[in-house]
């Protein structure tokens, strides 16, 4: 088949010379890289660059950009719960320092400058969250509902779009804007497809330029194995749908078949298939201990984070935890996935839509470029199974 059009997420040291980047993409066949817009300015910052730094974004291929973010974004925008938030992260100073000030005018803006550094360098894709999250991994549980959540999700993404129309930056050349999932049991948002065609379902979409970027890694936060070695979400039975409880029943007993079938699942609704702009791709280690629910960590590790000193190193606990055990984006292969059960479902995909593109997200390898060089050469060329 052809192959679909293929991007890195480009992370500080990976690459770090233009020459090298340049080398690399030659040598792995990629159409270019996706930057983290906090990576190139400092998300309290204004989003002012130099025509040599946009001239070396061009070179570089820059052809994606991942939008900043910031925590619990709907109790923010939304202010319900206002007085919650406020108490959390310690006050009004507080939470205006953190989002720039009370009114989100200081994101908007952030955000719109952004995409229009996208329509510049005439990239293809600009990545957005869907995602509500603590800014302190596992320390507080959720007080709205999920369904609350992914409602406000949907507001944050309409008032975007009517932000870039106000700017005139919306047309039918511009770049795509992919929402990307939110994971489970620390995070809540948009995660599955039934979630997605909720929110392409109240969407004024006047242009067609959102999608969906499927992190491959978040979804696989929802599941793990127990004791005996049988797969199955590790949720809340209020969050496990009956499509997930037969999952459960039927392909338990092989953990790589299940989270292949949980990865199709959602990927190859055939509601979504003019919507799915690409996969972000990289594995997930396999958990053995479901660390988080709603939001907070369960006993004990809640208790081990409420005793550490101070914010900063329950941040860092809490950190170390999702970087291990979820937010790993391990090579394809190395967690709970099978290459040759994925490269079906790319050929799937590829065969649904002639645009859908991959990015190999591989943020967390110390060596990203042996991470990549592994996953191309597992995802297109291992012949044989490769255990996970």
């Known amino acids: 088949m052809t192959r679909p059009r293929q991007y890195v997420s480009l992370k500080e040291g990976f690459f770090a010379s233009e020459a090298a980047w340049l080398a690399a993409m030659e040598r792995f066949g990629l159409t270019g890289c996706e930057l983290y817009m906090d990576d190139v300015l400092p998300r309290d910052e204004a989003l002012h660059l130099s025509a040599d730094d946009r001239a070396s974004l061009r070179r570089r291929g820059v052809k994606r950009l991942h939008a900043s973010y910031w925590a619990w974004p709907t109790a923010f925008f939304t202010k319900n719960r206002y007085a919650e938030l406020l108490s959390r992260m310690g006050g009004r100073e507080a939470v205006a320092a953190y989002f720039g000030d009370e009114t989100g005018a200081q994101i908007w803006q952030r955000w719109a400058d952004e995409y229009a550094l996208a329509c510049e360098l005439r990239a293809d894709a600009f990545t957005f969250h869907l995602i509500d999250y603590a800014p302190i991994d596992g320390r507080w549980a959720f007080s709205q509902t999920r369904d609350e959540i992914l409602q406000a999700m949907i507001y944050l993404i309409q008032h975007f779009l009517c932000e870039l129309g106000e700017r005139g930056l919306l047309h039918a050349d511009a770049p795509h804007i992919e929402l990307e999932n939110a994971g489970w049991g620390l995070e809540y948002g948009a995660q599955t497809a039934d979630d997605f065609k909720r929110v392409f379902a109240q969407l004024d979409d006047p242009f067609d330029r959102v999608r969906i970027g499927w992190d491959i890694n978040h979804l696989l936060h ?167």
Not at 308 to 323: I, Q
Not at 326 to 339: A, K, N, Q, T, V
Not at 358 to 376: C, F, M, P, R, T
């Open 222 to 388: 929802a599941i793990g194995r127990d004791e005996a070695g049988q797969a199955r979400f590790f949720l809340p039975t209020r969050e496990i749908s009956p499509a997930m409880a037969t999952l459960e029943r039927d392909l338990g007993g092989d953990p790589a078949a299940f989270a292949q079938a949980w990865i199709e699942h959602n990927l190859l609704d055939a509601a979504l298939a003019p919507r799915v702009g690409s996969i972000h791709l990289s594995d997930c280690a396999p958990k053995r201990v479901n660390y988080f629910e709603n939001g907070c960590f369960v006993s004990p590790y809640f208790e081990i984070q409420d005793a550490l000193p101070d914010d900063e190193a329950r941040e860092a606990y809490g950190v170390d935890v999702v970087l291990t055990h979820y937010d790993s984006h391990l090579p394809l292969g190395e967690g709970m996935l099978s290459p040759k059960g994925m490269r079906a479902l790319v050929e799937r995909l590829c065969r649904a839509d002639p645009e859908f593109a991959i990015l190999h997200e591989l943020k967390n390898s110390v060596d990203q470029g042996a991470a990549l060089a592994l996953q191309l050469e597992r995802l297109w060329n291992a012949d044989e199974e490769v255990d996970a």
